[in-house]
């Protein structure tokens, strides 16, 4: 593998290597969370988010989502509203839980008159009385999931894909220009970028002729590109594109 | 096998399956010979002949291992409760092996899935729903829809391996409906691809494998059998498969036969072998060497059949490295043979001159070849095929090769002195190689010896052809690209070995040949499909299997480049015990969108990575009629069936149907493209038309009259086919470029230069020259000079498991409980281990545990485990989840970087380095016979209604 192609891979895997789950295994046996570094809550939440593909741009946004309270069927109903859902291999509650039990979400419970439940505010009580007490119950982001989906925004894995490849800068931009214009089948981008210099690299020394798929994976992966019968710009990519033609 | 160990019955008093146990006891010693007689057993209760009054008798065959042995289940209201071996197969005779008695425990494991399951919690965690055939069939195929639709075809990619089913043709061609390249069996470049497919490139014959039953001649009953010496070169059959060719060596043992064993493991072929060469790990082409340097020497070849039938005559350009052909040194060349049998150059003793050589009968041949010679012509500096291996062997001395290989040089000797010196011989060459850099070099060497020796096409030799049709009439090819070459007619992919230049390129536009048209209306896709091939570049011989490189595939899910392969459907087995270096696996997982996984049994793999599995069945329940020996085939019959199992093709086959449904009724791939049923009346019908069956209901309604299938041995053995006149006129030689045995492997040159014959024809980039003869290559990890992992460690089998099954047995289990690693004394006393201490064993890719087993068997730099062991101990009832793969799972250890084997790719899982320290027992390793209950065959699985096909 060539330097340039081998440095990265490397930096590359900063999400997968959230994603191994290594982390979560050694977690699993290692300390307890209240004993982690904010960093390290940070990378467990990383390794949540990211371990399953088809999950990953769902949790991701349920994170953004949340970091207003939001209601337990209001989450759910967005999370089921997202594109990206239709494709996800776990239902809404089950995406909610991940998120809370990787100290992504802390969940909210209120009572009839708005107030937050404390652990204090139960003490003396029932089950039965807790139940009545309980009003509703939300979700909202904590300082681990803002800090995550900070670290993780779309612009910055944008700004990390680019800095990774600056040669394929352009026909990054190009690609989101050409489905900013309309939702695009694969077979369009396939046509679009048939021929050009940048799908030719170099893999362990040797020349490779890459897909275009490489191009639409990269920018969905960074959050830009969103499938909804067909490749559409996701709001975050809009704004990036915004900015980089702004900035030309 | 002591009459103790067989009837150990610890555990079994918890056992539901007591009788059929005591059953698995006497058919093991049925198999061995030096079981106590029956009547010493009569009345102690350990004969094991229960009564098999009242029970269902149904003939069937075992599916425990790649060799199918015929067998007998006995069932009482459905449920199989007694197995043996069937006594009227050729090889077997009877006999069963614990893998294949094993079957009751693993048919009613409580590991069983027997409807298709959904994960319901994370990647990791042992959490399944239960979901209809529909919905199962309809989610697998969204995601590969939405997948293509997104990506585009490249974004599937299909696996296959590991034991417990077999879809080769399945995983094959699954890829190519959708229009996809990838597809990979962690066996392949690491298990026989090497030496099948070298076979075909060197001389369109079968290759040198018992245990795959490539090698028939030397197993012949009764006085046709005329085997007189057997090399097991990396092959242990008493052990891989040892009620067949297994008990076969033994009985070729008993009357005589000599054996020489290369094994750097004592196996009990070893033990019984009159040569054991205890040869370094990685090292055996430095002893294959000092053979051919031995054998020049002392002049021990077979010199007609060297000159006449090997390509070691020929000149070879010093430029191109490729045998010079007549017409290029002496233009006036008039050539008599047909184009497609060109004449070559030779140094003529009769004349004294370097002068065309022409195909013909050696009593026709127009010249007296030299086989050693360097000389110049014309100018250049011309040396024959067999003088540059001649020099390759030189500096090769028992001596050298001693030093290098860890072996006495007397031993070398003697052993190499048993070979040439006997009437007939043939070297079985077992899978040891293919595990190794040197996959391509071993069996180049071990054919090529063979060759020189006149090893050929005689009675009692390996490399003896047979089959029905076993003599030619016309000028014999070998068609490349798939089993057969099949894909060669198919797509019009591939150039056909032993046709002219004109007649390919005729061939290539769909034209009539001798050999018939191809179809080429998707030759521009299928031609496409091979360049694309992940790691196809370097490793160009993964082209006979249409094969990916492994750890090209697994690069290219990390970095997404340069295509990202990122729906998986996997066809069997335990990919985290399976594929070398399985850590480095595990963390590409989270970058594959979706899993696809279907096997008999949950393993690690499957709770670790699937997102669905599909339910097969067990081979008590399979329909299949293809398992041979020698010229018989037998059925492997529906003894029963439970649950929603289905057989091996179908999963993939529904997937198919569906995902053309919803694409609109086209796949994007290429057609038929996928090959296998997708219902069970198809796999019913197909298997019984193996046989000549009108219907699978007549097959089994009349089993006597169909099986065994059998073909007159006066059809199917044969000798000197290659004598044979032809209706050219001329011998009819052997399936390559010259006709003859090449022996300095010429193709291998034009497969890395361009592919050919594979990629034809559109060509594949070139890559460094591959070796056309057989050279040393010191491993990677060398002990010679690691003094951080100072032990060299290489693997095997055990006669309880095979490839990744059977971890799930619970008599297996308690026989073989844990990881363990040959060590010798000597070694262990320096590191203060003592036999059964836990041991901790780390590679440069990680580490896991096992127990020291103290043996003399090993060197004491070498150590020995077993070469699939993962433990599949996951129970609810253990607080692990990883089912033990990282705690004893010996690909932990393994290498799967460069520097691969230069045709096949192959990685490293043996001759590696290694060290060792005394450690505590891992949590959760299972050890004592209780603690295996939970594989036991539960009242529940037994009690499972007997089912009738899923219907689609």
């Known amino acids: ?248 | 096998m002591s009459k103790s160990t067989l009837t150990r019955r610890s555990f079994v008093k918890a056992s539901a399956l007591a009788g059929a146990a005591a059953t698995i006891g006497a058919s093991m010693a049925g198999c061995m010979q030096e079981s106590a007689p029956e009547e010493e057993l009569a009345g102690t209760g350990e004969g094991g002949h229960s009564s098999t009054e009242g029970l269902t008798k149904m003939k069937t065959m075992c599916h425990g291992c790649i060799q199918m042995c015929p067998a007998i289940a006995y069932l009482k209201d459905g449920v199989v409760v007694k197995l043996e071996g069937d006594p009227d197969a050729p090889m077997s005779r009877g006999s069963m092996c614990i893998k294949g008695l094993n079957q009751l425990h693993t048919m009613y494991s409580p590991r069983r899935i027997l409807h298709p399951l959904r994960r319901a919690g994370e990647r990791g965690e042992n959490k399944w729903e239960v979901i209809s055939w529909d919905e199962a069939v309809t989610e697998a195929a969204t995601h590969i829809k939405d997948a293509i639709e997104k990506y585009g075809p490249y974004s599937f990619f299909c696996s296959v391996g590991g034991g417990g089913s077999y879809s080769f043709m399945e995983a094959m061609t699954l890829p190519m409906a959708f229009g996809s390249p990838t597809v990979f069996e962690p066996g392949c470049a690491q298990c026989y691809l090497p030496r099948w497919s070298l076979s075909k490139l060197f001389y369109g014959g079968n290759d040198q494998s018992v245990a795959d039953s490539a090698v028939r001649e030397i197993f012949r009953v009764g006085d046709a059998n005329k085997t007189e010496m057997v090399v097991l070169w990396g092959a242990q059959p008493s052990v891989s498969q040892t009620a067949m060719s297994g008990r076969a060596m033994a009985e070729l043992r008993a009357a005589g036969v000599k054996t020489v064993v290369v094994d750097p493991n004592f196996s009990p072929d070893a033990v019984k072998a009159d040569v054991w060469l205890p040869v370094r790990p990685g090292t055996d082409t430095g002893i294959i060497l000092s053979w051919y340097r031995y054998i020049f020497e002392n002049k021990l070849y077979d010199e007609e059949f060297t000159k006449y039938w090997t390509n070691l005559p020929f000149l070879i350009d010093p430029d191109t490295k490729l045998p010079v052909k007549a017409a290029d040194l002496f233009p006036d060349f008039q050539q008599t043979t047909p184009e497609n049998t060109p004449a070559y150059v030779c140094f003529d003793l009769k004349t004294g001159a370097v002068a065309p050589f022409e195909y013909s009968t050696p009593a026709d041949s127009a010249v007296d070849p030299e086989i050693f010679w360097t000389g110049d012509f014309n100018g250049k500096t011309y040396k024959t095929a067999g003088q540059i291996y001649k020099e390759e062997a030189e500096p090769w001395t028992f001596e050298h090769a001693g030093e290098m290989c860890w072996v006495k040089p007397e031993k070398i000797e003697e052993a190499v002195k048993l070979y040439a010196e006997a009437g007939v011989a043939g070297i079985v060459n077992g899978v040891a190689s293919d595990m190794m850099e040197s996959a391509s070099q071993v069996p180049l060497g071990c054919m090529g010896l063979d060759s020189i020796m006149g090893y050929i096409n005689k009675p009692g030799c390996t490399m003896t052809q047979y089959g029905k049709g076993n003599q030619p009439t016309t000028r014999p090819v070998t068609f490349n690209n798939g089993f057969a070459g099949m894909f060669s007619p198919m797509y019009g992919i591939g150039a056909v070995v032993g046709l002219s230049d004109a007649e390919n390129e005729a061939w290539a536009r769909g034209e009539e040949t001798p050999v018939g048209k191809a179809d080429v209306s998707q030759q521009k896709l299928a031609n496409q499909l091979l360049i694309d091939r992940l790691g196809m570049k370097d490793h160009k011989g993964l082209y006979a299997w249409c094969h990916s490189h492994i750890p090209t595939v697994r690069n290219a899910i990390a970095t997404g480049e340069p295509y990202k392969p990122r729906v998986w459907f996997d066809m069997s087995g335990n990919k985290l015990a399976m594929l070398g270096n399985a850590k480095s696996w595990y963390d590409v997982f989270p970058e594959i969108d979706y899993i696809i996984g279907q096997y008999p049994h949950l393993t690690s793999f499957h709770i670790e990575a699937c997102d669905l599995v599909f339910p097969l069945r067990e081979w008590l329940e399979e329909p299949m009629a293809k398992g041979t020996q020698l010229n018989t085939t037998w059925l492997m019959n529906e003894c029963t069936h439970i649950g929603e199992t289905v057989s091996h093709s179908i999963p993939a086959g529904r997937v198919v149907a569906k995902c053309a449904e919803l694409m609109g009724g086209e796949l994007p791939g290429l057609k038929p493209g996928f090959m296998g049923q997708a219902t069970e009346e198809e796999v019913k019908a197909a298997q019984a038309a193996n046989v000549g069956a009108e219907s699978w209901d007549d097959l089994v309604n009349n089993t006597d009259k169909y099986i065994p299938f059998t073909i007159p041995e006066d059809e199917y053995f044969g000798y000197n086919q290659h004598e044979t006149v032809v209706d050219d006129g001329l011998p009819a030689g052997f399936g390559t470029e010259s006709r003859k045995i090449e022996v300095y492997c010429q193709i291998l040159l034009k497969l890395a230069r361009t592919g050919y014959p594979f990629c034809y024809p559109e060509p594949q980039e070139a890559c460094e020259d591959y070796s056309p003869i057989c050279t040393y290559i010191e491993p990677a990890e060398s002990p010679l000079s690691d003094s951080e992992y100072p032990f060299v460690l290489t693997s095997g089998r055990v006669p309880y498991f095979h490839h990744g099954t059977m971890r799930h047995a619970a008599f297996s289990r308690e026989l073989f409980p844990t990881a363990e690693i040959r060590i010798n004394p000597a070694s262990a006393a320096e590191l203060g281990i003592e036999h059964m201490d836990w041991v901790k064993v780390t590679s440069r890719r990680g580490e896991v545990h096992a127990r020291a087993y103290l043996t003399e068997g090993v060197n004491p730099r070498t150590v020995w485990m077993e070469r699939f062991w993962n433990p599949e101990c996951f129970d609810e009832s253990q607080p692990n989840p990883t089912a033990g793969w990282r705690e004893c799972n010996v690909n932990v250890l393994t290498k799967n970087d460069a520097p691969f084997n230069e045709v096949y790719g192959s990685y490293t899982n043996r001759g590696f380095t290694v060290k060792i320290e005394k450690s505590e027992k891992p949590a959760n390793v299972w050890v004592s016979p209780e603690e295996f209950e939970p594989f036991l065959p539960s009242a529940e699985m037994m009690a499972e209604p007997i089912t009738e096909d899923v219907r689609f």
């Open chain 1, 1 to 248: 593998m060539s330097a340039d192609s081998s440095e990265r891979e490397g930096e590359e895997g900063t999400l997968a290597e959230a994603a191994c789950c290594d982390v979560a295994y050694e977690a699993d046996e290692g300390p307890e969370r209240s004993e982690l570094s904010f960093e390290e809550k940070v990378d467990m939440l990383g390794t949540a988010v990211v371990r399953h593909p088809l999950n990953r741009d769902v949790l991701y946004e349920t994170l953004c989502f949340c970091r207003t309270e939001r209601q337990l069927a209001e989450a759910e109903r967005f999370i089921a509203e997202l594109p990206q859902f239709r494709s996800a291999t776990q239902n809404p509650f089950h995406m909610l839980t991940v998120l809370k039990q990787a100290g992504g979400l802390q969940s909210v419970e209120r009572d009839e008159g708005g107030n937050v439940i404390t652990p204090e505010s139960l003490d003396g009580l029932s089950e039965d009385e807790i139940d009545d007490l309980i009003f509703s119950v939300g979700y909202q982001t904590t300082d681990v999931g803002v800090a995550f989906v900070e670290a993780y925004s779309p612009r910055s894995r944008l700004v990390q894909a680019l800095s990774l490849a600056p040669e394929r800068t352009q026909d990054y931009c190009e690609l989101l220009e050409f489905v900013g214009e309309a939702p695009r089948t694969y077979q369009e981008i396939t046509n679009l970028l048939a021929g050009r210099p940048t799908l030719e690299t170099v893999i362990d020394g040797r020349r490779e002729t890459m897909q275009p798929s490489v191009f639409v994976d990269k920018l969905e992966r960074a959050g830009a590109l969103v499938w909804r019968d067909g490749w559409r710009l996701s709001e975050a990519g809009a704004d990036f594109l915004e900015e980089m033609k702004e900035s030309n």
